[in-house]
Each structure stands twice: as structure tokens, then as C-alpha cells.
């Protein structure tokens, strides 16, 4: 099902009303993000970019928001705001309607380079940012590292540094050391992209797996239309810069998924509608761009 331009993703509903498609009985326990006529731009006056323009949406708590957009439409900026990394220029980004003035542990993102530092163990990636806060007590914070990664496949590795991992574990590890901070939301930009067909399908649902578990807040962008019809509840479908909402498709694949559903009729009309948006976007942007060209 499709909704207008720039409109709400999702209401969130007050009393956290579940969907056919959600598994019911795991309750969400993210947040809500809301983003107001938000606009960016970089570079000086004279030679500025205007990047997001009024941009509006609405993250409903507990769901997988995946955005999908044509290259270069300013995902990655997106991304960077709702950090809290980067401020907009004019419009606001709350989370539960507190506006957002910087980075916070409730929010952890997870990007497509990996951040793991070199010289640490796997155990000590985890355990690093909350040692550092000295935010819990230091044989409880060692307990929950094991155990998580233990959950993410890695309980065999958690003495190896991040060279000796593969690509996939390499993300696995990233996921245990943003989740050992119980964040409300997780961003993920393109956290996949780079990896190996096969183990970029693993980590798909190993990912969505955790997610349906644990039902946080989580925003995924991503540049692969399969892989954003498998993981969304909702699939926000960005234009051309200056970047609005162009739709948000709804998606009602039940859960928990796997794979066979991306062959059905209904997850073949998502992508086909998908398809349709992003390349008349992206002809849009040929034609700006060429225009002068002989
Ligand atoms: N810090 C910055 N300073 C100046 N320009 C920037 C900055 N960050 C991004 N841009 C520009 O903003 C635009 C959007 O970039 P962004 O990386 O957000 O897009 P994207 O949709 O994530 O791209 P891709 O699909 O290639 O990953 C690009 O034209 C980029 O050059």
C-alpha cells in the first residue's frame, strides 16, 4: 500500500497497537523519531547544495524503517542528523520530543566502513565505549560482552582482532558493540554493502532475526531494493536532491521472513513500484546534470 508525498510513516499509536505483519508477541521497545520539515545544505552561500529540503517523516517505534533513495540523494546526511553528528539548517529532529542537539548513546550507528580498532581484540571493541563512560561494573559489563557475543556467532573469535575476522563477522562484531549499549535506536548506514553475496544474505537474516527478537527502533539505508523489501516495515522511497519523501511503501510481508517471500507476487509489486521511482529520480537527475553538456 502506498502513502502521499512527504507523509507520516507511521502514527505512532499511543498504546503501541501491533500490525498483522509484526510478530505480536514480542512487545517494541524503541523509540519515536520525528523529523519536521528538516532542510541542509552544504558549502558557503554563494556556491551552496542544498541537500534535504523540508524534509518531513515519522519513525514509529519498534519497526524497521528502511530508506532507499537514488545516489547521492543525501542518505548518509540523513543519517549523520538523526546521529545527532551533523545539525540541520532549519527544522527539527526529535526523539521521544526531545530535540536532538547531538550524539547519544541511545542512538548507536553502524556504517558501512568498519569502525572496530584494530588493535583491540573483539572482546575489547565490545567492551571499550562502556568502560570509557564507566557506565557499568566492570564484571557485569564483561558478562554481557560474552554473552553477546556469544548471540552474534562470535563466541569462539573473541580473542582475535578484527583482521583475523571475516567481513561478516567483522559486521558482527560491530553489532554486539553498538548493542551492549542497549540503544533505543539503531542507524544503520549500508552496513552490508561491500560483503560477499552470500554472507551479505546471511547477515540479512541474522540481522532481521535480531530484530525480530528484540523489536528496537531501527532506520537501515540502503542501495539494494531486495534487500530493503526483505527487512521493512516500512520503505521510505527518497527523490532527487533537493530530497523529500517521494512514498512510503508499506510493507506486509509477515513475519518472522526468509528469503522464498521476495519471490512472491506482493514482493514483486513493492520492487517494481520501487524500481519505477528510483529510476524516473534518477533520469530526472541525468537530465540536471547534462544540461549545458553539448
Ligand atoms: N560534509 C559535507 N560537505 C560538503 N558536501 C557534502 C558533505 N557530506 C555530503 N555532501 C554532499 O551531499 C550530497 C549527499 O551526500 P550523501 O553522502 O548524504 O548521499 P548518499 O545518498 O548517502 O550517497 P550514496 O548513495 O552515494 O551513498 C553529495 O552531493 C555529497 O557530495
Known amino acids: 500500500m502506498l502513502t502521499n508525498r512527504n507523509s507520516i510513516a507511521r502514527a505512532a499509536s499511543a498504546g503501541g497497537a501491533t500490525k498483522s505483519n509484526k510478530a505480536a508477541s514480542t512487545p517494541a521497545t524503541g523509540s519515536t523519531i520525528e523529523l519536521t520539515n528538516v532542510s541542509k545544505a ?25 530508506i532507499v533513495g537514488p545516489s547521492g540523494c543525501g542518505k548518509s546526511t540523513l543519517v549523520n542528523l538523526l546521529a545527532g553528528f551533523e545539525e540541520p539548517d532549519s527544522g ?68 582475535k582482532f578484527p583482521l583475523q575476522l571475516s567481513g561478516g563477522m567483522q559486521r558482527r562484531a560491530e553489532l554486539a558493540r553498538a548493542l551492549i549499549n542497549e540503544p533505543k535506536v539503531m542507524i544503520m548506514d549500508e552496513p552490508f554493502r561491500g560483503l560477499d553475496a552470500m554472507s551479505r544474505s546471511l547477515m540479512q537474516e541474522f540481522f532481521l532475526q535480531l530484530f525480530e527478537e528484540n523489536r528496537r527502533t531501527n532506520v537501515f539505508v540502503t542501495s539494494e531494493i531486495d534487500e530493503a523489501i526483505f527487512l521493512a516495515d516500512n520503505l521510505i522511497v527518497l527523490t532527487n536532491k533537493p530530497t523529500k519523501v517521494e512514498k512510503i511503501i508499506d510493507i506486509k510481508l509477515p513475519r518472522p521472513r526468509n528469503y522464498s517471500m521476495l519471490t512472491s507476487a506482493e514482493a514483486f509489486e513493492y520492487k517494481r513500484e520501487t524500481m519505477a521511482i528510483l529510476h524516473e529520480e534518477a533520469m530526472k537527475s541525468f537530465a540536471n546534470t547534462s544540461k549545458g553538456v553539448a
Open 42 to 66: 552544504y558549502g558557503e552561500e554563494w556556491l551552496s547544495d542544498q541537500i534535504l529540503d523540508n524534509l518531513s517523516l515519522s519513525i514509529a517505534p519498534g519497526e524497521m524503517t528502511v
Open 92 to 159: 527539527k529532529i526529535t526523539i521521544d520530543g526531545e530535540e536532538i542537539t547531538g550524539p547519544g548513546k541511545d542512538r548507536m550507528v553502524v556504517f558501512q566502513e568498519t569502525a572496530l580498532i584494530p588493535w583491540q581484540t573483539t572482546f575489547e571493541n565490545v567492551v571499550f565505549g562502556p568502560k570509557l563512560r564507566g557506565d557499568m561494573k566492570t564484571a557485569d559489563l564483561e558478562k554481557e560482552a560474552k554473552k553477546l557475543l556469544v548471540k552474534v556467532g562470535l563466541g569462539e573469535f573473541m580473542s
